[in-house]
């Protein structure tokens, strides 16, 4: 018959031999751990991984389908390795840091009728709109477009849906403090609208990343051959903009952004003008509209939130996220998901924050180079 003493002990023993248990537990899940603490591993321990998990006899199958979905010569796993040589990035993000802002959240006035466009601008000045493009199309009448009727702190942005389009006095007297660009605009008047940034580059939607980038490049140096005569490189470099549509392949978006943003100042550096002496080249970047019946009835709100995100992480200096319609509601809806990101996802907060990511890194390069040579090409009638 075992005593009460000898009972109490063995108990002790065990309530005291669990409790440290917990505590040695406790002290190893709280301590604060570092890369030391990991066994290293390279590409060559990945593949082997892969392959005996996978049962595979090599990853050629896997290399071919991330081609396939996410363009060519994507590989499957990226490591510290893949940045060697490309130093030459961190002087962009360096430069970014030391000018951060971050970007706007715009709106889009679709006038249809001239009376309602004062109550919609009532409207925006009283929501989270940061930016807003109107639309002037051949129908409206310029009487009501008091653009100083807007928020000063609103950056206007004009969509002129008329090439032929020439300000006027009245034009000229409304011009807001707080200037965006003009989308349309005849290039012939450029120096008309003092503010605003005029020198529009067309993307292509229909080429790859590096070709548009090339694209964009030579556009920029018709721009620059055209006025030189009346503006420096410098003035006519900050009057260009680009509008970007986001497309759904969510690092590519990322890549071809911080790219473009790379060649533009290499684009700059040929014509011996220096990072300081410069804006970095604005992006507007819009979320298109999405429709896709296997993801009803809120289909674009998922796009616009990867997309929105993309053009983010990537750099835009502006974003406009496509409502499904034109209701108040819809329009709510797409101006709430930028603010989210912003106020509550604080993306707002970091400068390049895909910065030193082995992947989108190497990918940036990869349609940077890319986008060089075909603009180089191009000059070359290679």
């Known amino acids: 018959m075992i005593s009460k003493i000898t009972l109490g002990l063995s108990v002790k023993k065990l309530i005291l031999g669990d409790y440290y248990k917990r505590v040695f537990v406790f002290q190893k899940m709280n301590k604060i751990l570092d890369y030391n603490d990991f066994n290293p591993v390279n590409k060559s321990d990945w593949e082997n991984r892969v392959k005996l998990d996978l049962k595979l006899e090599n990853i050629q199958n896997i290399q071919e389908y991330l081609s396939e979905k996410g363009g060519q010569g994507i590989q499957p796993y990226y490591d510290e390795s893949d940045l060697t040589g490309l130093e030459y990035l961190e002087g962009l993000h360096n430069f970014l840091v030391a000018n951060f802002q971050d970007w706007k959240n715009y709106s889009k006035l679709k006038v249809a009728d ?198 983010i992480i990537g750099g835009s200096n502006s974003l406009w996220v496509e409502p499904e319609d034109n209701s108040s509601l819809s329009r709510r809806i797409a101006l709430n998901v930028s603010s989210i990101l912003k106020e509550e996802s604080y993306l707002g907060k970091v400068a390049d924050p895909a910065f030193g990511a082995y992947f989108v890194e190497q990918y940036t390069h990869k349609i940077a180079m890319e986008g060089w040579n075909v603009f180089l090409n191009k000059i070359t009638g290679a």
Do not use: W
């Not at 549509?245 to 990322?254: D, L, R, V």
């Open 114 to 311: 001239n009376k309602q466009l004062q109550e919609d601008i009532k409207t925006i000045n009283n929501n989270d709109t940061e930016g807003t493009i109107i639309e002037v199309g051949d129908g409206f009448d310029r009487s009501y477009l008091d653009l100083k009727s807007l928020d000063p702190r609103i950056e206007v942005s004009l969509e002129l849906q008329n090439s032929s389009f020439t300000p006027d006095s009245l034009f000229r007297d409304s011009i807001p403090d707080n200037c965006g660009f003009i989308s349309g605009v005849d290039s012939s008047n450029l120096l008309s609208y003092n503010g605003f940034r005029t020198l529009e580059l067309i993307e292509l939607n229909t080429l790859s990343p590096s070709d548009e980038l090339g694209s964009l490049l030579y556009q920029a140096k018709k721009y620059i051959d055209k006025y030189e005569a009346a503006l420096n490189h410098t003035e006519v470099l900050n009057r260009m903009f680009i509008k970007i549509n986001i497309g759904q392949n969510f690092f590519e978006e990322i890549a071809k952004l911080r790219a473009l943003r790379t060649v533009f100042f290499a684009f700059a550096y040929s014509y011996g003008i220096s990072f300081d002496k410069i804006e970095p080249v604005y992006i507007f970047s819009t979320s298109a509209l999405f429709k896709n019946d296997d993801f009803k009835p809120h289909e674009n709100m998922l796009k616009s939130t990867s997309g929105a995100m993309s053009a």
